[in-house]
């Protein structure tokens, strides 16, 4: 072999130089476009564009050659001007395939198929050298598409183009020139599909301060569905095209990506940052879970995709949404405590009702329940400990499998028993002790409804609800002890020994005082669930009509038969008794005189 600094090798160099500049001026010049307005795809004939960028390799081997041993040459200036008019060239067909291509290069179709295809399947300008090697990969390249789709293959071969494109143009020394077409024509299709997307980028937080709730929200419900798309589709797939299109250089792959992406990036991921830092109202804390489950599922993307020193600010943004966020949630849950602890109000709902704090404050937990592995990371660092005066059979028992355990479970039970605390001073509002033992089971029972038909009922257990269902059941119990003892002491405790006959008498007339004064005052009261109605006018007849019963059978017949001269002792069969306490439990009416026939009653209001 001939060492390369014998005149052999100068002579046999400068030839071949010669020549490249020779074949560059042939291919070149036919190709020049700077007078014609009607440019021709370059790239639409692969072998022409095969040869164009060869042609560019050799005229680059010949201006080093010339630099180094000719460098006053009119050769050089002859080469650099040749280059330049390939440069210019590359940057139109560059342009033009970014335009034309728009519909195969936005970043849904990118994203759809580059995670099965790391790499673009046609070879790049370093590839271009060995015709052979590239037609063998075109084969293979061919066979491998025919299962693909077509959009995708023109998705393919677009990246491909541009690749090659770019790496020519960097090799050549044009790398600013390539990266201004690019970035100009990326931006604006990111910023056009943003907002598309909704994504306004002059939402400050002023602004969103000064909002109405109603408004706002439907801005979060948007945002919600808008930058899941755009981190997984938008900004994943401009990522991916970057890493293809500059795979030869790191350094530009972030320089074009951060231009392209960031401002918008920074715009979505500062939405929900603003709307935590706005005024905290009760009715806003399930949007502001919304957009921190949304964040929050999305950060390893983000993380990911913005992964570029530059591109910090975006994953900053990112996480200092989800501490605001967070910090947001936190304080509201406090404020929510502490509204129900202050809760004032002087209400008296009619007949024992249900409480439109009950309802308000269930509503709430029930929603929050299904928050729970949100609100377990929410609250990961900040555990809640138990007042120390609290039972532990509140939470169940610690051996068995329903007691509650986990943290956010503690948490929502202790919010509720702050609230039935508040429901025990409202029931001592009422005058008549019966009707507030009724109000309070009404209540419970409410509540035992909404854990055991909601995600509460996995978070409170099996322990929580059964020991509330007692405590309903014992409620009801004590309504129907005090507001039925009259009836229940007007009848002898002995139904077995033998009674006077004017004891009779009053004891008949004592009932249907009593019964009659029960009856009338309660057929107001009400038993919203239909469950908790059945027990008690079951547990009722069962505690009333089977004594009553047992006396009428004993001094019924003769008392009928006294009623005929004088006033009538007996109001009430036993079957009379039956359709009342139906009456009072399923009927319609509010009151009402125990001597009508007809039969009313309000209970089920």
């Known amino acids: 072999?001939?060492?390369?600094?014998?005149?052999?090798?100068?002579?046999?160099?400068?030839?071949?130089?010669?020549?490249?500049?020779?074949?560059?001026?042939?291919?070149?010049?036919?190709?020049?476009?700077?007078?014609?307005?009607?440019?021709?795809?370059?790239?639409?004939?692969?072998?022409?564009?095969?040869?164009?960028?060869?042609?560019?390799?050799?005229?680059?081997?010949?201006?080093?050659?010339?630099?180094?041993?000719?460098?006053?040459?009119?050769?050089?200036?002859?080469?650099?001007?040749?280059?330049?008019?390939?440069?210019?060239?590359?940057?139109?067909?560059?342009?033009?395939?970014?335009?034309?291509?728009?519909?195969?290069?936005?970043?849904?179709?990118?994203?759809?198929?580059?995670?099965?295809?790391?790499?673009?399947?046609?070879?790049?300008?370093?590839?271009?050298?060995?015709?052979?090697?590239?037609?063998?990969?075109?084969?293979?390249?061919e066979n491998e598409n025919d299962s693909v789709p077509e959009v995708e293959r023109a998705s393919l071969a677009a990246m491909a183009d541009l690749r090659a494109i770019a790496e020519a143009m960097i090799s050549a020394g044009y790398a600013k020139e390539c990266i201004k077409v690019y970035k100009i024509i990326r931006k604006s299709i990111v910023d056009e599909a943003l907002y598309h997307l909704g994504v306004e980028r002059e939402l400050t937080?002023?602004?969103?301060?000064?909002?109405?709730?109603?408004?706002?929200?439907?801005?979060?419900?948007?945002?919600?569905?808008?930058?899941?798309?755009?981190?997984?589709?938008?900004?994943?797939?401009?990522?991916?095209?970057?890493?293809?299109?500059?795979?030869?250089?790191?350094?530009?792959?972030?320089?074009?990506?951060?231009?392209?992406?960031?401002?918008?990036?920074?715009?979505?991921?500062?939405?929900?940052?603003?709307?935590?830092?706005?005024?905290?109202?009760?009715?806003k804390l399930f949007r502001i879970?919304?957009?921190?489950?949304?964040?929050?599922?999305?950060?390893?993307?983000?993380?990911?995709?913005?992964?570029?020193?530059?591109?910090?600010?975006?994953?900053?943004?990112?996480?200092?949404?989800?501490i605001k966020l967070g910090d947001t949630v936190r304080t509201m849950l406090m404020d929510f405590e502490t509204a129900i602890q202050k809760d004032s109000s002087k209400?008296?709902?009619?007949?024992?009702?249900?409480?439109?704090?009950?309802?308000?404050?269930?509503?709430?937990?029930?929603?929050?329940?299904?928050?729970?592995?949100?609100?377990?990371?929410?609250?990961?660092?900040?555990?809640?400990?138990?007042?120390?005066?609290?039972?532990?059979?509140?939470?169940?028992?610690?051996?068995?499998?329903?007691?509650?355990?986990?943290?956010?479970?503690?948490?929502?039970?202790?919010?509720?028993?702050?609230m039935l605390c508040k429901l025990d001073g409202k029931a001592a509002t009422y005058k008549d002790v019966p009707l507030s033992y009724l109000f309070l089971a009404n209540n419970l029972q409410y509540v035992t409804e909404k854990v055991r038909q909601s995600n509460l009922k996995f978070l409170l257990g099996d322990d929580w609800l059964i020991n509330h269902e007692l405590k309903v059941k014992q409620y009801a119990e004590n309504y129907e002890k005090i507001g039925w003892s009259k009836v229940l002491a007007s009848l002898p405790e002995n139904q077995t020994a033998e009674i006077p006959a004017d004891r009779v008498n009053d004891h008949f007339k004592k009932f249907n005082s009593a019964f009659e004064e029960a009856y009338m005052k309660q057929i107001s009261w009400v038993v919203p669930d239909p469950k908790l109605r059945d027990h008690i006018k079951i547990s009722m007849a069962r505690r009333i009509i089977p004594i009553y019963k047992e006396f009428y059978d004993a001094y019924g017949g003769v008392q009928m038969k006294k009623e005929m001269w004088g006033e009538p002792f007996i109001r009430f069969t036993p079957d009379d008794l039956g359709n009342y306490l139906s009456d009072m439990f399923y009927g319609s009416r509010s009151s009402g005189s125990v001597s009508s026939s007809s039969r009313g009653g309000g209970r089920s209001h």
């Open 289 to 322: 879970l919304d957009l921190y489950e949304v964040v929050s599922r999305l950060w390893p993307e983000v993380e990911s995709i913005f992964s570029f020193e530059s591109t910090s600010a975006v994953r900053a943004t990112a996480v200092n949404s989800l």
């Open 205 to 283: 937080f002023q602004r969103i301060q000064k909002m109405e709730w109603e408004v706002l929200e439907f801005k979060i419900k948007n945002w919600l569905s808008a930058v899941k798309m755009a981190v997984k589709t938008l900004f994943y797939g401009e990522r991916l095209l970057c890493d293809q299109v500059f795979s030869v250089s790191a350094a530009i792959r972030e320089s074009c990506f951060t231009e392209i992406s960031k401002e918008g990036a920074l715009a979505l991921f500062g939405f929900p940052e603003n709307v935590a830092k706005c005024k905290k109202t009760p009715e």
């Open 347 to 418: 209400t008296t709902v009619p007949g024992g009702g249900i409480h439109p704090l009950t309802r308000y404050v269930m509503n709430y937990i029930s929603f929050l329940a299904d928050y729970c592995g949100i609100l377990s990371d929410i609250f990961a660092d900040w555990p809640f400990t138990v007042p120390s005066d609290l039972p532990e059979s509140y939470f169940g028992s610690p051996d068995s499998k329903g007691s509650i355990s986990s943290p956010i479970s503690v948490r929502l039970a202790w919010l509720i028993l702050v």
């Open 1 to 141: 072999m001939t060492p390369p600094s014998s005149p052999l090798h100068h002579t046999f160099s400068e030839s071949l130089m010669e020549e490249n500049i020779e074949v560059a001026q042939f291919i070149i010049t036919k190709w020049d476009s700077s007078h014609d307005d009607n440019l021709v795809p370059l790239f639409s004939d692969k072998d022409e564009a095969r040869q164009y960028l060869g042609s560019i390799k050799g005229l680059q081997k010949a201006m080093k050659y010339l630099v180094l041993h000719q460098s006053n040459s009119e050769k050089l200036v002859r080469a650099q001007l040749l280059m330049q008019t390939a440069m210019k060239r590359l940057q139109k067909e560059f342009y033009q395939i970014l335009k034309s291509n728009r519909d195969y290069l936005d970043p849904e179709s990118v994203s759809a198929h580059s995670s099965s295809r790391p790499s673009v399947s046609r070879s790049s300008f370093s590839e271009f050298e060995e015709e052979e090697e590239e037609e063998e990969e075109e084969d293979e390249s």
